[in-house]
């Protein structure tokens, strides 16, 4: 990984942009006191001490005992198990926390770019309790492979209907010839996701709707009947 691939991972987890160029300084040169670790990574001395013991309230490094104060980052391992502990904590806390939604309409919401289609995608496979339909290209299912994965592992019954032949342990797997672009995503029977998606670009809307619901499954089910009633007259 190049150091701005690594020093952007750093502040989506939390990290300021100095607070990460030290870190990764720590990380390479491993002990370093504060004038070395301003002079490593160019930020002034005054700044580089500050941000220092940022690091080390934050629990990402610590003062090494000594007659000097110098800093050790803490591994990037244990940094990953931290994050996670305390996302987990807080959403924990906030979902214990969080106002009752009022009841209103069902909402239509856009979902714009490959990208963020991709994430709505992934974030139903992980959040699915018993049943997921999907109808989408053998090369986009690859990108959410390891969530669907972990989805069976769970118990959830996937349903793939796809473009060509795809395999994935737990699923069963439909295939139908079409063009590469609709997407339709259906998970528990309640939540919904259906647009378009190619290598390039994507555009769907997520709802949980019912008749969107309802008239996506059925859409999804007439065409794996076709599916099941081709197969039959092949055998």
Not at 124 to 148: K, S, V
Request: hydrophobic letters at 40%; a negative charge.
């Amino acid at each position: 990984m190049s150091s701005p691939d690594f020093i952007d991972a750093l502040q989506a987890l939390g990290f300021t942009g100095q607070e990460a160029a030290l870190y990764r300084a720590l990380l390479e040169h491993g002990e370093l006191s504060g004038y070395e670790a301003a002079k490593e990574t160019g930020i002034s001395r005054s700044n580089a001490y500050h941000a220092l013991a940022s690091l080390v309230e934050k629990g990402f490094a610590s003062r090494v005992e000594g007659e000097a104060t110098r800093y050790a980052a803490l591994s990037l391992e244990d940094v990953g198990r931290l994050v996670r502990s305390r996302q987990e904590m807080s959403i924990k806390n906030a979902l214990a926390a969080a106002p009752q939604v009022k009841q209103g309409g069902t909402p239509f919401l856009s979902v714009s770019g490959r990208a963020a289609v991709l994430e709505r995608m992934r974030l139903l496979c992980q959040g699915a309790e018993d049943r997921l339909y999907l109808a989408l290209d053998a090369t986009d299912l690859e990108d959410i492979r390891d969530d669907l994965a972990e989805a069976t592992a769970r118990g959830i019954r996937v349903t793939v209907l796809c473009n060509r032949a795809w395999e994935l342990d737990g699923a069963l797997v439909h295939v139908r010839r079409k063009a590469r672009g609709p997407v339709r995503v259906i998970a528990d029977g309640r939540k919904v996701l259906t647009g378009e998606l190619d290598q390039a670009r994507g555009e769907c809307v997520f709802s949980e709707n019912p008749h969107l619901v309802n008239l996506i499954k059925d859409s999804l089910t007439h065409e794996i009947q076709i599916v099941q009633a081709r197969a039959t007259e092949r055998n």
